[in-house]
């Protein structure tokens, strides 16, 4: 079992910059690899960046690339999401999730890989 927690969410204006952070505890947390994902109003749930248990992999949606970056510490168990040049359309709330994997990731993280989820934290980028 691995408990999640998100922070760093809030109000920014476009072209600003937020961290997301994901505290998780329980079992061992170098067996999971580590996902983001949002939904914003009116929509389903989305991919936005995926890292292995290692962290020398991730991957991100094509609307995220260049601008978001995931990171992770294993000896505080936490992982990160650093959000720069944010637009409107990043508004979302975002979710940390956990998926028992000890590979390398690539491509587009599927939702339903992923067996522990957050609450998630909102971010709201005005224009």
């Known amino acids: 079992q691995v408990q999640l927690v998100e922070s760093g969410g809030g109000l920014v204006q476009a072209g600003g910059s937020l961290r997301l952070s994901c505290a998780a505890s329980g079992r061992s947390f170098t067996t999971y690899a580590m996902g983001w994902f949002r939904q914003a109003p009116g929509k389903e749930r989305e991919f936005v960046a995926t890292?292995?248990?290692?962290?020398?992999?991730?991957s991100y949606a094509d609307s995220v690339k260049g601008r978001f970056t995931i990171s992770r510490d294993n000896a505080k168990s936490t992982v990160a999401l650093q959000m720069n040049s944010l637009k409107p359309e990043d508004t979302a709330v975002y979710y940390c999730?956990?998926?028992?994997?000890?590979?390398?990731?690539?491509?587009?993280?599927?939702?339903?890989?992923?067996?522990?989820w957050g609450r998630g934290t909102q971010v709201t980028v005005s224009s």
């Open positions: 999730a956990a998926r028992y994997y000890t590979g390398n990731v690539y491509g587009k993280a599927k939702e339903y890989d992923f067996h522990y």
């Open positions: 890292i292995s248990w290692s962290g020398l992999t991730t």
